[in-house]
């Protein structure tokens, strides 16, 4: 199951045997087809209000803390009557309690006609004494206190909403006092009121951000408003949206005002079930469904105020003729908006990122099914909680690491793996195995993804994920994926995104999740796709500066573009101070060093532009994180690899062919290098040397040379001088050297050929020599005679020559040839020498 659940409150676990220590038994209701124990409320402190009949006909309310893990008896009506709804403020010495005094045809035959169906109370629970009537009426209401203020313990004033059948909301002010250790209500005869809302047709609570969303119709659109509550009593409208639902309910629907399940099953079966979500993110989803009119489809839609636009899907039900069906049950997980249906399916929609159907987390069957939820009558009134209101329970509920890595692991298509593995780098935060794990996927299925590359999937998602929680809006402005754009739809499923209208925000000035919603749809108006940060540009200036002269190459600009690699490295060394199992990290690599130093520059010059308020002292220190995780991410996938095909760092021996798991992880290096070439991003410094090392050991000449001609093997410095030191020359290895040797670049080339004591080396580098001072020399004529160089006179009259006029060369100090190189005039005439013995097959001596 990929939504994992916990029990945090169970009335059978927590509460029976508590009722029965104490002699309280909890009757049956006979009269209705509901529980006698039930919950009624969940406040924001974490208490949870219950009620239960007893066997005297009395109606009992009791408060369980889930801090605490105590129950607290409250109140006591000595008859039986059905609790509708119930709240206790937050100082624990005023309780408000609405319910059902009789239903309509006990008023019929008692002709009670003249009494009130319902009755809201406010009591005075410290101790328990006077108790005033706020409502009776024929219409339902429900209570619900304000808690501006977490753990609040004192205060002489509470705040209590009052939300009517009627259509209205109203506030009532509540002064207390203290006298002879009772809290009493003052001026109890009139409280103060205030209203809040008028002519609503729906209603929702949000008790952890103290927030009533609301909507009213207007002519064929209806309204979404928001009503802000703060710490210093006051409250305000901060949010207008048009939304494109038709209401017809004549009947007010309300949303986490109470969870009264008798109440819930007179709802008419075509009712309004719709749903607010918010995250932490600046992220503000509606969520609602309307059962169709077509057998065996259920549509829903979630709407994205944050990015504005919406989605409607419609499925095709596997049994239609299943029992429980009612309607689709919304979940708040943060990140995540879960749509579920009992026995059909369970959809995962990314707030974050909805625009990309591949975040789309659709499941069936057994993959859907959550045990403990069995039916529809649940609610989600916290984030990643879920109450089931049928039997009495609260769930703390998350994803499940091992069922989604599981599910990852079995996906047949590549919607299901992009959006599983996504889902999982969110999950990743929290344990590093479970990234571990998803590396040894990815190792294990680089060629069953067609329609993404799962290592740049991993490593930007990585990124992103680890970066964005450090800044505000950073998340609108690096990339979250190597995608552009989807083309795949979910198996059963049609998917229909319309354009909706932005929000308007109605306050200035605004602080947390309000600023941040605020970003979002500044982030819309300006087109957000193109804020991400983008590597085109990066990719062409690497390009050309990769081929710049040895003399540019000492510009101020390229100075400071390697200065930003080394404080990369540098930074990533004092995260890293263990020995590191994969041989990287342990030369310089000029063109990788270039590349990181660009990404700095530029990553630094895009972030400026748009997070200006940051400061420049934080931007520097996000992109170095940024690439120094970047590096750090490719050095734990060659760290894992390395762990499962249990390779030792000593892989530079090249006098033995390589085994099955050296071209194994051979075979990964070259998918992890088309990545970074796809993506433009560097890798470690001694990657390219250690891939060339296992390609020498691993491949037969020919593919060698194949990848070394098709840019597959980068040709280092490192690699070439201990591969031409190491082996001897046997033909076979003679044939490998003058292979490399001759596709090296031409600085390269004579920088190698120091290294390799060959007869034809040695040749080349010798005319090399003569060339330069040939063309040294021009049209100048020798001016006086030259001694003889060698001891002994060779008879060769053209070499004797040569020698002569090269050595005239070298007395003006033409020599250009670097001290090492140990090359003059008598290298050249040793070297023509034995050139010319070996072709005529005589010894030379």
């Not at 909805?354 to 984030?383: H, K, W």
């Not at 840019?711 to 082996?727: A, P």
């Amino acid at each position: 199951m990929l939504l994992q659940l916990v029990a945090e409150f169970d009335l059978q676990r927590d509460v029976v045997p508590w009722l029965a220590a104490r002699g309280w038994a909890v009757a049956l209701d006979t009269s209705e087809k509901s529980s006698a124990l039930y919950i009624v409320n969940v406040e924001r402190n974490g208490k949870i209000i219950y009620t239960w009949k007893g066997n005297q006909r009395s109606t009992h309310i009791g408060l369980y803390d889930l801090q605490t893990k105590e129950n607290e008896h409250l109140y006591t009506f000595e008859k039986d009557l059905r609790i509708i709804s119930c709240s206790i403020n937050s100082e624990r010495t005023l309780l408000a309690v609405s319910f059902r005094q009789y239903t309509e045809e006990e008023r019929v035959t008692h002709l009670l006609q003249s009494v009130s169906k319902y009755l809201a109370l406010l009591i005075e629970i410290h101790p328990i004494n006077n108790v005033k009537v706020l409502k009776a009426v024929d219409s339902c209401v429900r209570v619900q206190f304000l808690y501006p203020v977490e753990d609040r313990n004192s205060s002489t004033e509470s705040h209590l909403l009052l939300v009517s059948e009627d259509k209205y909301i109203e506030q009532f002010d509540i002064h207390v006092a203290e006298e002879e250790h009772r809290v009493v209500i003052q001026n109890s005869g009139q409280l103060p009121r205030a209203r809040v809302a008028d002519d609503l047709i729906w209603a929702q609570w949000d008790m952890t951000e103290q927030r009533l969303f609301y909507i009213v119709p207007k002519e064929s659109r209806s309204i979404l408003r928001c009503v802000q509550f703060y710490p210093d009593e006051n409250f305000n409208s901060t949010l207008e949206s048009q939304l494109d639902i038709s209401v017809n309910d004549k009947r007010v629907k309300l949303v986490n005002f109470g969870y009264n399940d008798c109440e819930d099953r007179d709802v008419p079966p075509k009712s309004l079930n719709l749903q607010v979500f918010t995250n932490k993110a600046g992220g503000l989803c509606v969520c609602c469904s309307l059962p169709s009119d077509i057998p065996g489809e259920i549509s829903y839609s979630i709407y994205f105020l944050h990015k504005g636009f919406s989605k409607t899907f419609t499925a095709s039900l596997e049994r239609p003729e299943t029992p429980q069906l009612k309607e689709v049950a919304f979940l708040n997980l943060d990140y995540y908006v879960a749509a579920y249906l009992p026995g059909q399916f369970l959809h995962l929609l990314n707030i974050q990122h909805p625009d990309l159907l591949c975040y789309s987390l659709f499941l069936t069957g057994e993959d859907a099914r959550i045990d403990m939820l069995p039916n529809c009558s649940i609610q989600s009134p916290l984030v990643s909680t879920v109450l089931d209101c049928c039997i009495g329970r609260l769930y703390a509920m998350s994803i499940s690491d091992s069922a989604l890595l599981k599910f990852l692991q079995n996906s047949k298509r590549d919607s299901e793996r992009l959006a599983a593995l996504h889902c999982a780098l969110l999950c990743v935060r929290s344990t590093t195995d479970l990234e571990m794990k998803i590396i040894w996927w990815i190792s294990e299925n680089l060629s069953t993804c067609h329609s993404f590359d799962p290592i740049q999937e991993f490593i930007i998602a990585s990124l992103y994920c680890r970066m964005c929680p450090e800044t505000n809006n950073l998340d609108k402005l690096l990339p979250y994926t190597s995608l552009l754009d989807w083309t795949g739809v979910i198996p059963g499923v049609a998917c229909a995104t319309d354009i909706i209208s932005l929000p308007v925000l109605e306050m200035q000035n605004s602080k947390g999740f309000w600023e941040k919603l605020d970003s979002n749809l500044e982030s819309v108006k300006y087109a957000e796709p193109h804020l991400h940060y983008h590597n085109n540009v990066l990719r062409r200036e690497w390009r050309n500066l990769s081929e710049e002269t040895e003399e540019r190459r000492a510009t101020a600009y390229l100075r400071n573009i390697f200065e930003n690699a080394k404080k990369v490295l540098s930074h990533l060394d004092a995260w890293d101070s263990e020995e590191r199992l994969v041989p990287l990290f342990q030369e310089e690599d000029y063109q990788q060093q270039l590349l990181m130093g660009l990404m700095v520059a530029q990553l630094k010059d895009h972030l400026m532009r748009h997070l200006q308020y940051v400061g420049k002292k934080k931007i520097d220190q996000i992109v170095l994180d940024y690439v120094a995780n970047l590096l750090n991410l490719v050095h734990r996938i060659m760290k894992e690899v390395w762990k499962i095909h249990q390779l030792h760092s000593c892989i530079f021996c090249f006098d033995e062919r390589g085994s099955e798991a050296e071209f194994r992880v051979f075979h990964i290096m070259s998918r992890i290098l088309e990545a970074a070439n796809g993506m433009c991003m560097p890798l470690p410094p001694g990657f390219h040397s250690l891939h060339l090392g296992l390609g020498v050991r691993c491949l037969p000449l020919h593919t060698l040379l194949h990848y070394i001609d098709n840019g597959v093997l980068h040709l280092t410095e490192t690699c070439v001088r201990k591969l031409l030191k190491d082996l001897d020359d046997n033909e076979k290895n003679e044939k490998l050297k003058f292979s490399i040797v001759t596709r090296l670049p031409e600085a390269l080339g004579l920088k190698a050929r120091q290294f390799w004591d060959h007869p034809v080396n040695a040749n080349f580098r010798a005319r090399k020599y003569v060339k330069l001072l040939l063309e040294k020399l021009g049209n100048r004529q020798c001016s006086r005679p030259v001694p003889e160089r060698h001891p002994v006179c060779v008879e060769f009259l053209p070499l004797n020559y040569l020698t002569n006029v090269l050595a005239e060369i070298e007395s003006q100090g033409v020599h250009l040839y670097e001290k090492q190189d140990h090359i003059n005039v008598r290298f050249v005439e040793e070297a023509a020498l034995k050139h010319t013995m070996m072709l005529l097959g005589l010894r030379y001596s």
